[in-house]
């Protein structure tokens, strides 16, 4: 299978915001950015779902942030704990999901790469995008596709397994 750039949009058809200003998380500072009011009626737990008041949430990128969605202008914010999903960038102890779609977690990835040298993982979710399996957009927290989640979590195990005193010498 051909390699595909990270940045490719490989499941989410749906064209950009028009207005591409991002606004900052009122708890990190950082920016965020818009994520669909869809993407937190699947993520958000049924007992806070009728909190969601239409558009205009944003995802909060920040790992230490234990806020996930915010709503600048009513102030509004979606915390860790209102979710029925763990946001594999805001944990360090697994599970650490990188695939919703596919249940693929960072473990599972740093096993691949232990065991074949690379991850499987990624060519695995492009035969599912291109079957038409995949619903990023709606299970993944940041409402974006996951692949370049994927192949970040390849390269990091990776660079763990390189800088390992216990891997073992296959060159002679």
Not at 75 to 82: A, I, L, P, S, V
Not at 144 to 158: P, S, W
Request: charged residues 35%.
């Amino acid at each position: 299978m051909k390699n595909v750039p990270v940045q490719e949009n490989c499941c989410c058809d749906r064209p950009k915001p028009k207005n591409k200003k991002t606004l900052a998380c009122p708890v990190s500072g950082k920016r965020g950015q818009s994520v669909d009011s869809e993407t937190l009626r699947y993520i958000i737990k049924e007992t806070s779902r009728s909190e969601i008041k239409g558009a205009g949430y944003y995802f909060c990128k920040s790992p230490d942030c234990d806020t996930v969605y915010y709503r600048p202008e009513s102030g509004q914010t979606f915390e860790k704990t209102d979710l029925n999903v763990r946001v594999g960038l805001k944990e360090t102890e697994d599970p650490v999901w990188v695939c919703y779609c596919f249940d693929i977690t960072k473990k599972m990835i740093r096993e691949e790469v232990e065991g074949l040298g690379h991850s499987v993982s990624k060519d695995r979710i492009r035969q599912e995008v291109s079957d038409g399996n995949c619903d990023c957009e709606i299970k993944n927290p940041s409402g974006r596709c996951c692949l370049g989640e994927i192949v970040a979590a390849e390269k990091e195990a990776q660079k763990i397994l390189k800088e390992s005193p216990f891997r073992k010498n296959v060159e002679h």
